[in-house]
């Protein structure tokens, strides 16, 4: 029976091109399985085959853990019975089933199984550097869920219709290019898989249509793709010369064009790629009248005015263009037009104010003298220095530590009164994810306790204090959680 299988494993290995070690693994499988059928309890079973005799052994294993742990006798033993830690496994050499005698079709379901993964790895492997390329196909087989696709020398690959631009149909015999990809399939290893929706597949299909991007002269920064409908590609060149914009349209629109039909005429959107996350946007956007941009990098976010007349262009439709460009810039937007962001900074500002003057005790004047200066916040006065408010027109040193000092005390009585120290469950710390940072915020807006947070609309939370409406939303509903528990 040894010579057997060392026949099978040479015969196997010949015929379909793959390593030994492959077949011995499928054959020692085979006969774990064969094995296992001996127990009519669940049974964990090892095979180890010599490669150079054929000889095998045969293992049966239980793997150590605690008392508490143990639910299965058949392959679990408690560590109290042995003397080994746990996570090892108890190793009792049991009786060979005999090669021969094997049910034929287990083993060979197991040993054919074991072929086609280790020939699959073997496409893939072959297949890995050109990974994320652009490869050309034809299409072999189409089911209901997806299409298989010949790439040619015995390689097949598996194109979803989930990867498929929207409207796309094709039949058997149809070639198509895509994007190679590879992926990980639930007890089959790893097997090639195309993409035509990925970002990707615009960029590939550019470099074959631009010389200028292949031979790197201009490069492909960022891509944003809505697949069948709308890409925006940023493009940077490289040769202060060359136009990296007029390079990827082509003469009279030619090689955009192509990339275009290839993709269903999906509309492109070419744009020059800046490292200003604002100039970028504003590029990105293209037409739209952009009036005012405000930065915060804590967030990566943006705060967009726009003139009313280009607020729908702006947006787009369902928010394409805002989605697309925000995936350019990689910066969160928030588009409004100039009226209302008019409105909500002069409504900010009030309220800044309003807090200058209660907590400071300071006039209205002086309040948004420190508005316009940069100084939104009693953090942004208390850490800073009597030398860089000296700087600030009609004020010098004196006023500038009065001002640091009174800021921070009022932040230091702000913080005793949101803390939980004497076991309120109503202040904001109970809040669930509540931090001081927040809470200080909310206490300087009016926002005292959990109750008057619980109370706030979306709305009315963003409009005095720096959240988007999903956190608003998010912090307003920990905030009622209260209230609807038993």
């Known amino acids: 029976m040894q010579k057997e299988i060392l026949l099978v494993a040479e015969a196997v290995s010949g015929e379909k091109g793959l390593p030994q070690e492959a077949i011995f693994q499928a054959i020692e499988q085979a006969l774990a399985t064969a094995t296992k059928k ?86 893939v492997e072959k297949y890995r550097s050109v990974l994320g390329e652009l490869v050309n196909g034809t299409v072999k087989k189409v089911t209901r869920e997806f299409l298989i696709i010949d790439l040619g020398e015995g390689a097949e690959a598996i194109l979803s219709r989930n990867e498929l631009i929207p409207g796309e149909v094709f039949r058997i015999g149809d070639r198509l290019r895509a994007v190679l990809q590879e992926e990980e399939r639930e007890n089959r290893g790893p097997q090639l898989a195309l993409s035509r929706r990925c970002p990707e597949m615009v960029g590939e299909l550019f470099k074959l249509e631009v010389p200028e991007i292949s031979e790197q002269v201009i490069e492909i920064k960022a891509i944003a793709r809505d697949p069948g409908s709308r890409t925006k590609i940023a493009v940077k060149t490289n040769d202060n010369r060359i136009d990296p914009v007029g390079a990827c349209v082509g003469m009279r629109g030619s090689r955009v064009q192509a990339v275009s039909n290839e993709l269903g005429n999906e509309r492109l959107d070419i744009v020059i790629w800046d490292d200003d996350p604002a100039q970028l946007l504003i590029n990105s956007m293209g037409p739209v009248e952009i009036t005012s941009i405000v930065l915060d990098e804590a967030k990566v976010s943006m705060d967009v005015a726009v003139t009313q007349d280009t607020l729908a262009q702006a947006i787009g439709k369902s928010g394409q263009n805002v989605r697309l460009s925000s995936q350019i810039t990689g910066w969160k937007l928030n588009v409004v037009d100039q009226e209302t962001a008019d409105e909500k900074t002069q409504e900010k500002s009030e309220s800044i104010s309003a807090i200058f003057i209660e907590k400071l005790d300071v006039d209205s004047d002086l309040a948004n003298t420190l508005i316009e200066n940069g100084y939104t916040t009693l953090e942004s006065i208390s850490s800073s220095s009597s030398e860089d408010l000296s700087t600030i027109e009609g004020f010098d040193d004196d006023i500038g530590n009065l001002l640091i000092n009174r800021a921070k005390e009022v932040l230091i009585t702000m913080a005793m009164e949101v803390s939980t120290d004497d076991g309120d469950s109503g202040d904001l710390m109970s809040v669930e994810g509540m931090d001081m940072t927040l809470a200080l915020e909310l206490s300087q807006k009016g926002i005292n306790d959990r109750e008057e947070l619980a109370e706030q609309s979306i709305e009315e939370l963003t409009g005095i204090i720096d959240l988007s409406d999903e956190e608003a939303g998010d912090l307003i509903m920990r905030a009622r959680a209260h209230w609807f528990e038993d």
Do not use: H, M
């Not at 019975?81 to 005698?101: C, M, P």
């Open 38 to 123: 001996r127990y009519e309890e669940n049974s964990n079973i090892e095979v180890n085959i010599d490669p150079q005799t054929g000889d095998y052994e045969t293992f049966r294993l239980w793997q150590v853990v605690t008392t508490e742990e143990l639910e299965d006798s058949g392959t679990q033993i408690a560590q109290s019975e042995t003397d080994l830690d746990i996570g090892n496994f108890v190793k009792e050499k049991v009786e060979n089933v005999e090669f021969g005698r094997i049910a034929a079709q287990a083993a060979k379901q197991v040993i054919v199984q074991k072929v086609r993964e280790a020939e699959r790895a073997q496409v």
